[in-house]
């Protein structure tokens, strides 16, 4: 069946009569409402797994700006958790897992996780959402396995990936291991979030930038590809489920990222959206792909910004407006305001004289 | 006339015996020599301003691994400061600039500074390693204009690039006359380097790979193109000065970083580097771009990714081996070792080879 909003068109690359938008970390610290529930939530992974608030948290953004999609608020950390690994966020610091998988016997203490136990509170948060929701279709979403390596790996946040990028080249059967397991859970928690009421799914793959082309191939884009395989696609109303592949930093890839599955590929900011579109021609659709910082910019340039972006993209669907990477904490919810409400006007007039 | 050494002449694509190697940051803390010095220099910026042990510095890797070029040893901020602004290292925080570039008031107080004065201590550090290196060639540098102006306008070092983005989209002018201001020093400093016997200058664009593509071309490829034009491109030995540029993350830009006037394109491992031989043809040579992690590997490891990018380069000159980034402090000089050496091995074979 077809879908009817116009974020889920665009992602399958049917008709559209303007093009839609959401912002990548549109639930987030930029919002003094968000900022208020992260503080009666205490602990940030409480704000994760506690479904009145995250799905608080989750309709926040679509309350201020007519948004054209939710995205679950969670983090990507959560399965690694449920695969029994043991996480902490410190304040500053960010996230922590006291236990980092090196050998073979740490690989062997991970669990598959089911997520209907394991992570049953993400898939009521999803369950209300999309009971709350009504015709605004709802994002899930998880690390790709490679980006979630990095966090097991270096036991936290990393600069350098010294840990994980010495087992690569020293031992990537071990690491191969690693991503195994984690394309299984992955695809189940994905499917689960499909079950649920996740309309589309996103696999960010925020790490995929520091590898060299032959290593991104085979340990980052492979594993995705595995997932994106084992997905139903198909979800519980009869509708596809597109799948969004977002690759910070890989854009000299996009040919053969457009071959692993996916229907939408998610672009950074350092890639001219025309010149992708060029690239992949109409085998996938594009989401993206405005510099953040354009939202540090006055109202007039950040028409302008949105009004070029708009236009340079030559096809009268496959567009899915988004920022090149996600909302920063110090962003004015005023000036998003702004660049949603441009996109809706500039991408009507686009419609029209298309038509 | 034509140069001698071995990495002048591969600048330059003239036939070479073999494929030279220099490492970015070859100079610095992974050697315990260079933290001896270091502590006993005191504060950063006394060592980089001390002829005696910068010189020593300088040459300390050339004392342990038979690397085929030297690198000043200095900081890209030395140009701001000699221009007038307040510049301090403070442990564990970096460069700060107590009186960041916001306002024209701000750039009016700029001044272009002669290096013969306000840096005639980096300039005697010059001299000196020239009569010291004999036939080893010395290479001299800066920060891109770019690079400077985001530590000038953000006070420092900066993940997110807040004001200096906000004054590139609200006041593109204001940002101008920071980079003009910024052309006409660097090209000085330059080559006042190039008199007092650097024989190839380096420009590196470590912040290049945050801008979106028209912004990189406008500001950050335009400045570093007049600069090379205002360069002096004959040394005082009657020899072409080859001019390297390194513009980290900004490999989709290729083509057009070809025709700025550089003699050399500096590539940092997301890179494929027969593809972008096969992008940029005999037009300039490349310098790179092994990642730089691949030291964290086995000596076994380390000589068959050797082997294989040396392998992977089709032409008999134009390719001087470096890594993708900089060595880091954490790197074993015993494989840095490994690594100098495998390059001279294996780029040996294969020039018999091609013969």
Same mark, same amino acid.
Request: with cysteine; net charge neutral.
């Given at each position: !069946?077809?879908?009817?909003?116009? *974020?889920?068109?665009?992602c399958?690359?049917?008709?559209?009569?303007?093009?839609?938008?959401?912002? !990548?970390?549109?639930a987030?610290?930029?919002?003094?409402?968000?900022?208020?529930?992260?503080?009666?939530?205490?602990?940030?992974?409480?704000?994760?797994?506690?479904? /009145?608030l995250?799905?608080?948290?989750?309709?926040?953004?679509?309350?201020? *700006?007519?948004?054209?999609?939710?995205?679950?608020?969670?983090?990507i =950390?959560?399965?690694?958790?449920?695969?029994?690994?043991?996480?902490?966020?410190?304040?500053?610091?960010?996230?922590? *897992?006291?236990?980092?998988?090196?050998?073979?016997?740490?690989?062997?203490?991970?669990?598959?996780?089911?997520?209907?136990?394991?992570?049953? #509170?993400?898939?009521?948060?999803?369950?209300?959402?999309? /009971?709350?929701?009504?015709?605004? #279709? =709802?994002?899930?979403?998880?690390?790709s396995?490679?980006?979630? +390596?990095?966090?097991?790996?270096?036991?936290?946040?990393?600069?350098?990936?010294?840990?994980?990028?010495?087992?690569?080249?020293?031992?990537? !059967?071990?690491?191969?291991?690693?991503?195994?397991?984690?394309?299984?859970?992955v @695809?189940?928690?994905?499917?689960?979030?499909?079950? &649920?009421? $996740?309309? +589309?799914?996103?696999?960010?793959?925020?790490?995929?930038?520091?590898? @060299?082309?032959?290593?991104?191939?085979?340990?980052?884009?492979?594993?995705? @590809?595995?997932?994106?395989?084992?997905?139903?696609?198909?979800?519980?109303?009869?509708?596809?489920?597109?799948?969004? *592949?977002?690759?910070?930093?890989?854009?000299?890839?996009?040919?053969?990222?457009?071959?692993?599955g996916?229907?939408?590929?998610?672009?950074?900011?350092?890639?001219?959206? $025309? /010149?992708? &579109?060029?690239?992949?021609? &109409?085998?996938?659709a594009?989401?993206?792909?405005?510099? #953040?910082?354009?939202?540090?910019?006055?109202?007039?340039?950040?028409?302008?910004?949105?009004?070029?972006? =708009?236009n340079?993209?030559?096809?009268?669907?496959? &567009?899915?407006?988004?920022?090149?990477?996600?909302?920063?904490?110090?962003?004015?919810?005023?000036?998003?305001?702004?660049?949603?409400? @441009?996109?809706?006007?500039?991408?009507?007039?686009?419609?029209?004289?298309? /038509?």
């Open positions: !069946m077809e879908p009817k909003s116009t *974020f889920l068109r665009a399958l690359r049917l008709p559209v009569e303007r093009t839609p938008i959401w912002l !990548m970390r549109q987030g610290r930029y919002l003094p409402e968000y900022r208020d529930i992260r503080s009666e939530a205490g602990d940030f992974l409480n704000l994760c797994y506690n479904p /009145k995250a799905t608080e948290v989750t309709l926040q953004p679509l309350r201020r *700006f007519p948004l054209d999609a939710a995205i679950l608020f969670s983090d =950390l959560v399965i690694p958790q449920a695969m029994g690994m043991s996480l902490k966020f410190s304040v500053g610091e960010g996230p922590i *897992f006291s236990n980092p998988i090196r050998t073979i016997k740490d690989i062997e203490e991970l669990e598959v996780p089911n997520p209907e136990e394991k992570l049953a #509170p993400v898939l009521e948060i999803v369950t209300q959402l999309r /009971k709350i929701l009504g015709e605004t #279709p =709802l994002i899930g979403f998880s690390g396995p490679w980006t979630l +390596a990095t966090y097991m790996v270096e036991g936290g946040s990393s600069k350098k990936f010294h840990q994980i990028k010495a087992m690569m080249y020293n031992n990537p !059967m071990l690491l191969n291991q690693i991503l195994d397991i984690l394309v299984i859970s @695809a189940k928690y994905l499917n689960a979030q499909i079950r &649920h009421g $996740a309309q +589309a799914v996103q696999i960010f793959d925020t790490w995929g930038g520091v590898l @060299a082309p032959e290593q991104f191939r085979e340990f980052s884009l492979k594993p995705v @590809a595995e997932i994106i395989k084992r997905l139903d696609r198909i979800g519980p109303d009869k509708v596809r489920v597109p799948v969004i *592949f977002f690759a910070k930093g890989c854009g000299y890839m996009l040919e053969e990222m457009a071959e692993i996916c229907d939408v590929l998610g672009l950074d900011w350092t890639t001219n959206l $025309a /010149k992708a &579109h060029q690239r992949v021609g &109409h085998r996938v594009l989401q993206g792909n405005l510099d #953040p910082s354009v939202l540090y910019a006055s109202p007039e340039v950040i028409q302008r910004e949105v009004f070029e972006l =708009l340079s993209y030559p096809s009268p669907t496959g &567009h899915i407006f988004n920022l090149g990477h996600g909302l920063e904490p110090d962003m004015d919810p005023e000036r998003v305001s702004i660049l949603v409400e @441009a996109v809706h006007q500039a991408s009507s007039l686009k419609g029209k004289s298309i /038509k």
